[in-house]
């Protein structure tokens, strides 16, 4: 009881309830939230700080950067912050003021994002060199998923439909999603040529596809999450589109410390834990069977991870974000 106690104690805090509003849309760093709210940085990390001695939050160090969110893994915990989300008025003028300052914050990065993937589609940047050799990722792509074949598809962050075309022997149909109308008319280039007929391209937000739920039997997240708001997001809306049973594959680096990406290559997130992909994954009705590692050549880059999820025949996700 004493537990519960200090949790709603700390609750009762506007500008707690406030940042506790804001990472219920996703994970922000310390410098996000004092842009968006107004507040000076000795105040806001003193209500991280707050949030994370009772098990509200959770702050995860990347590099130079720490991201806070939601903590997860605690029902009664979850259970109090869902209610307290929830008893928010959602006319409030500070909260929807708050919102919309986020809203801008994440449409800076987005700009910056399309001017960044609108210049590599044109040749004028690189993405390869950043990368491990795509052969040796690609086969073990293929190992793990198995020989099928594959109904249906879903590439979600297509790019320039590179993973499609490495599965076109396996599936029925594929389809790949991006927001980027730069790399989607590269992908249609690619995908052009005989024996990639079955295999389509459409704009859409990896978030929110506009595909029906349970349509796949296999997805694939390749290089994406670390672009990404909201990691989570990307792997819920994965689970949604697979069918019990089915597979996905998210490759990815595995946490390195190379803060220089995000100048670079306009990564958010520095890499991945098996720890981080198993919770996401379980949360979205998933279940975590494989990992492997493509260990890089050079010591200077990170190394590449595969994991291999696969969806629930009964699933109780949780339709929230991390």
Do not use: C
Not at 142 to 160: C, H, K, Q, Y
Not at 228 to 241: G, M, T, V
Request: glycine content about 8%; charged content about 25%.
């Amino acid at each position: 009881m004493e537990k519960t106690a200090q949790i709603l104690k700390t609750l009762g805090h506007v500008e707690r309830l406030r940042i506790l509003s804001l990472l219920s849309h996703g994970e922000l760093t310390v410098s996000e939230l004092v842009q968006i709210l107004g507040l000076s940085q000795p105040r806001i990390t003193q209500y991280i700080n707050s949030l994370e001695a009772v098990g509200i939050i959770e702050r995860l160090k990347e590099g130079s950067w720490v991201f806070s969110r939601l903590r997860r893994g605690n029902a009664a915990v979850s259970a109090i912050v869902a209610t307290a989300l929830s008893a928010l008025p959602k006319d409030d003028v500070i909260l929807k003021s708050d919102l919309r300052r986020l809203d801008d914050v994440r449409r800076e990065r987005a700009v910056a994002a399309d001017a960044f993937f609108a210049n590599v589609a044109n040749d004028q940047g690189q993405l390869g060199d950043e990368y491990l050799p795509q052969n040796d990722i690609e086969s073990r792509m293929r190992d793990l998923a198995g020989e099928g074949p594959f109904e249906m598809m879903v590439d979600l962050g297509t790019g320039t439909g590179r993973v499609l075309a490495v599965f076109a022997d396996r599936v029925a149909r594929g389809s790949g999603i991006d927001n980027n109308v730069d790399m989607l008319k590269v992908a249609r280039h690619n995908l052009a040529g005989s024996g990639h007929d079955h295999l389509t391209v459409r704009q859409g937000d990896l978030n929110v596809t506009p595909l029906e739920p349970a349509v796949a039997d296999l997805v694939t997240l390749h290089q994406v999450l670390h672009y990404l708001e909201d990691p989570y997001e990307a792997i819920l809306e994965a689970s949604r589109l697979l069918m019990p049973g089915g597979t996905l594959l998210i490759v990815d680096f595995e946490t390195h410390t190379q803060d220089s990406f995000r100048e670079e290559y306009n990564h958010r997130r520095l890499g991945f834990a098996d720890d981080d992909i198993q919770a996401w994954g379980e949360s979205a009705g998933l279940s975590l069977s494989q990992v492997d590692s493509v260990i890089a050549d050079d010591k200077s880059r990170p190394n590449v991870k595969i994991w291999q999820l696969e969806k629930l025949k009964h699933s109780n996700s949780l339709e929230s974000s991390a």
